[in-house]
Nanobody
C-alpha cells in the first residue's frame, strides 16, 4: 500500500510563510501526478496545486503567485511553499498522488492531512 505523510503545518501570522512536505513510501516518479488539496471547515475539499512526474506545475487561481509546488528527490517528497498567507488559507492540507495502471485503471492515494492555521 502506498503511504503519504504530510508535515510542516502549524500556526502562522497573515503575510507569513510556511512550507509543507509530503513524504511518499515509494518513488515520486512512480506517480503520474502529485497534488496538494485543502479543506476548510464547512467547505468542500479543493485542489491547491498539482505537479506531474515531468515537473509541470498547475495552480488554483486563489494561490497562483503565492504558492509553489516542487519535488524534493533527496527526501522522496513533494513540497508546497506557501507565501503571503491569508486567514482564508486556513485549512487541513492533504497530499494526493495518482497512478495510472493497465487498462486505464486509476489509483488515487491520500495522506492524513496537516493543519495550517493563519491567524493574528
Amino acid at each position: 500500500q502506498v503511504h503519504l505523510v504530510e508535515s510542516g503545518g502549524g500556526l502562522v501570522q497573515p503575510g507569513g510563510s510556511l512550507r509543507l512536505s509530503c513524504a511518499a513510501s515509494e518513488s515520486i516518479f512512480s506517480f503520474n501526478a502529485m497534488a496538494w488539496y485543502r479543506q476548510a471547515p464547512g467547505k468542500q475539499r479543493e485542489l491547491v496545486a498539482r505537479i506531474t512526474s515531468g515537473g509541470s506545475g498547475d495552480y488554483a487561481d486563489f494561490v497562483k503567485g503565492r504558492f509553489t509546488i516542487s519535488r524534493d528527490n533527496a527526501e522522496n517528497a513533494v513540497s508546497l511553499q506557501m507565501n503571503s498567507l491569508k486567514p482564508e488559507d486556513t485549512a487541513v492540507y492533504y497530499c494526493n498522488a495518482d497512478r495510472f495502471l493497465y487498462a486505464g485503471i486509476r489509483r488515487t492515494y491520500w495522506g492524513q492531512g496537516t493543519q495550517v492555521t493563519v491567524s493574528s
